[in-house]
C-alpha cells in the first residue's frame, strides 16, 4: 500500500483514550474528504499510523466509527447552543449567541459539520436519529427559553425553536459555502437581527 501524505508513522504507544481520539481525528478526515461509502478502514488506520487489528480493537467497523463521531460532534453542537443561550439573560443577546453558536460549529476545524448536517448516510436509522437529535436538543433548548419569557404553549416554543435552529443551520451552511463573502461576526449579526425582529414581537410573560 502506498503510503498518504498525511499518514503518520507506526509504532507510538498511547494510552487507550488518547489513541481512540487520534483515530477519530483520522476517521473525520477521511470520511469528510470521501464521504462514508468512498471511505476505507485501511485508510483510517493508515492515516492514524497504527495498523488495521488496532483500529478494529477500538471500534468494531466503520458504521461503529462514523457513529462515535457523530456522537461526539452532535453534543459539540448541542452543548454551544446550551453555552450560547446560558451565556446571557438578555434575550437579544441570547438570540445572537445562539446563532453564533452555528456559524462557530460550521466553520471550526476539521468540517466535522459536514457529518452533522450534509451525511450521505442520513437513511441509515442509527445516522438519522442522531442527526435529528442535533436538530431537537438544539430547538429544545431555545423553546425553553421562548416559553418561559412569552405566552407561547409548549408545542407553539418548539416549532419556533426548530425554526430557529433551521434558519442558523443553513444559513452558517451557505454562509461558509460562500467563502465567507461576509465577515462571520457580520453575517451572524444580520441572521440575528432578522430572528429577533420576528421573536421580539411574542410578548413576554412576568
Known sequence: MTATPDAKPRGTRLPRMARR??????????????????????EIAERAGVSKPVLYQHFPGKL???L???????DDMVS?????????????QRVQA?????FDFVSSQGEAFRLVFESDLRNVAPVRQRMERSLHESAEAISRVIQEDT??????????????????????????SSHGSIPKEA?????????????????RTG
Open 21 to 42: 481520539r487520534q483515530l477519530l481525528s483520522a476517521a473525520q478526515e477521511v470520511f469528510v474528504e470521501n464521504g462514508y461509502h468512498a471511505a476505507a478502514m485501511d
Open 64 to 66: 461503529e466509527l462514523y
Open 68 to 74: 462515535a463521531l457523530l456522537d461526539l460532534h452532535v
Open 80 to 92: 454551544r447552543c446550551r453555552q450560547a443561550l446560558e451565556s446571557t439573560t438578555d434575550n437579544k
Open 98 to 102: 445562539a446563532i453564533g453558536a452555528f
Open 151 to 176: 405566552g407561547c404553549s409548549s408545542d407553539e416554543a418548539h416549532l419556533l425553536g426548530v425554526g430557529l435552529v433551521g434558519m442558523a443551520e443553513v444559513s452558517a451552511r451557505y454562509w461558509l
Open 187 to 203: 453575517a451572524t449579526q444580520l441572521m440575528a437581527r432578522l430572528a429577533w425582529r420576528g421573536i421580539s414581537g411574542f410578548p
